[in-house]
C-alpha cells in the first residue's frame, strides 16, 4: 500500500517537473515596440530586421496603433531597387519563448499606408509541425481603408522552446507602400491550434 502511494506521489512529481520545465515568461518581447528601440539588422535585441530586397528599410514611428493605443509602431518603408526586378521588402523576426506541444494565439495590428494596387503583403510566419505555417494580408484589402489599422489572428502548436517568428513584409510589380504592425500578443491558447 505505502509502496503503490509513493509511486503514485513519485509520478506525480514527475508530471509536475514536467509541466514546469516550460517557461512562464512572456513568449515575445516588446510586441508593442515601446521601448522605443529601433530593432537591429542582427543581434542585441529581441527583434531583427533581415532579409532585405530592394531599397527597403524601417523605422520605429508615431503614433502606434489606434486599435489599443501605444506610442510607436514599426513600419517597413518598401520600395523597389534599380536590380530588384520590382520587388521589395524585408523581415521582421524574434525567437519565442514556447513550450513544445501547447497551442498558442497570435494577434497583431497592421496598416498599409496605401492600398499598392494590391501588389504589397504582410505575412505572419509561424511554426507549423516540420515546416512553417503562415497568414497573409495584402493590401487590397476587401471592404478595408488605406491607412487604418486593422487586426490579424492566428494560432500554432509550439515546435520547440525556441520557435522563429516573423512578419514578412513584402511588394511586387515595382509597387511601394509603409506597411506597419504594433502590438503584437502572442499567448497560450486553450482551444485546437489547427
Not at 494590391?118 to 516540420?130: D, H, S
Request: hydrophobic share 35%; net charge neutral.
Amino acid at each position: 500500500m505505502h509502496f503503490a502511494r509513493a509511486l503514485s506521489t513519485l509520478g506525480s512529481l514527475a508530471l509536475c517537473v514536467t509541466a514546469n520545465s516550460c517557461s512562464t515568461g512572456p513568449v515575445i518581447k516588446d510586441g508593442g515596440f515601446e521601448s522605443g528601440i529601433t530593432p537591429p539588422t542582427s543581434g542585441g535585441n529581441a527583434w531583427i530586421v533581415n532579409s532585405f530586397i530592394g531599397a527597403s528599410s524601417y523605422a520605429l514611428t508615431k503614433p502606434g496603433s489606434t486599435n489599443h493605443g501605444g506610442k510607436y509602431a514599426f513600419t517597413a518603408l518598401l520600395a523597389p531597387g534599380p536590380y530588384s526586378g520590382g520587388v521589395s521588402g524585408d523581415t521582421l523576426t524574434q525567437t519565442m519563448n514556447t513550450c513544445a506541444g501547447h497551442n498558442y494565439s497570435i494577434l497583431a495590428d497592421y496598416k498599409f499606408a496605401s492600398a499598392a494596387g494590391g501588389n504589397c503583403a504582410l505575412t505572419i510566419q509561424y511554426p507549423y509541425k516540420t515546416t512553417t505555417g503562415s497568414v497573409t494580408t495584402g493590401s487590397g484589402i476587401a471592404g478595408g481603408t488605406a491607412g487604418n489599422w486593422y487586426t490579424t489572428a492566428a494560432t500554432f502548436q509550439a515546435v520547440s522552446s525556441a520557435d522563429p517568428f516573423s512578419i514578412v513584409f513584402r511588394c511586387t510589380n515595382s509597387a511601394q507602400d509603409q506597411i506597419s504592425v504594433d502590438n503584437i500578443v502572442i499567448a497560450p491558447y486553450a482551444g485546437n491550434a489547427f
